[in-house]
C-alpha cells in the first residue's frame, strides 16, 4: 500500500504526470477504501506496476480519456480491452529514431504479454463463479480463444491468435453484462444442488 501511495502522490503532484497512472491510482485507492480484492484488484496492480516502470511513454489523451471514464468497465478492465482492441497505435513514440526504436521494443515487449494478461484476469474471474464453465458458456468466443492458445501458441504468438479484432470487441460486449452472468450461473449451481 506504501509503494502504491508514493507512486500515486508522485504522479498526482509532477507537472509531467501521467495521467493513465493518475487514473489507474485513483481507481486502486477506491479498491483500498472499499476493502475490495479479486480480480478488479489483482488487474489495477498489475497495470500499475507496469505503467510506474514506463514513465517516457505515454498513451495518447483520447485513449487515455476513453478509458477513465469508460461507462461499461473499470479502468484496468477498460485499459485491457483498449490494449487487446487497439495496441500500439494508442502509444505517443518519439520523432528521435534512437528513443522511438527503444520505446517501441518496450511496447512491443508489454504486448506480447498481453493476451496472457487478459486469461489471467479471466481465470480469476472465473474462480470466483458459481460453475466451473460459467465463462465459457456465457462469454463468446472464450473456449476458442482457450483452445487456440493451448493448441496453438506452440505455432502463432498469442498476439496472432487475437488478432480478430471483432471477436475480441464481441467477449468483451459479454463481459459488459457479468453481473446477469453471475447471476445465472449461481441460479444453475443451485438447480444442481437441489438435483443432488
Known sequence: MKKFLVILIFFGSSAWANSLLECLGKEELNIHQNKVVGPIYTLNRHFVNKFASFSNISIKKKYVTKICHDK??????????????????????????????????????????????FFSYLASLQNVAATPD????????????????????????????????EKIQETFEDLKSLDTIWAKCKKEASAKKVKK
Open 72 to 117: 461499461d468497465f473499470s479502468p484496468s478492465v477498460a485499459l485491457l480491452k483498449t490494449i487487446l482492441l487497439e495496441g500500439k497505435k494508442i502509444y505517443f513514440l518519439s520523432k528521435d529514431q534512437f528513443k522511438r526504436a527503444e520505446e517501441v521494443a518496450t511496447i512491443e515487449s508489454f504486448l506480447n504479454h498481453i493476451p496472457h494478461t
Open 134 to 165: 460459467c465463462l465459457e458458456k456465457n462469454v463468446k468466443h472464450l473456449k476458442e480463444f482457450i483452445d487456440n492458445i493451448f493448441y496453438l501458441e506452440s505455432e502463432f504468438s498469442a498476439r496472432e491468435i487475437f488478432e480478430k479484432r
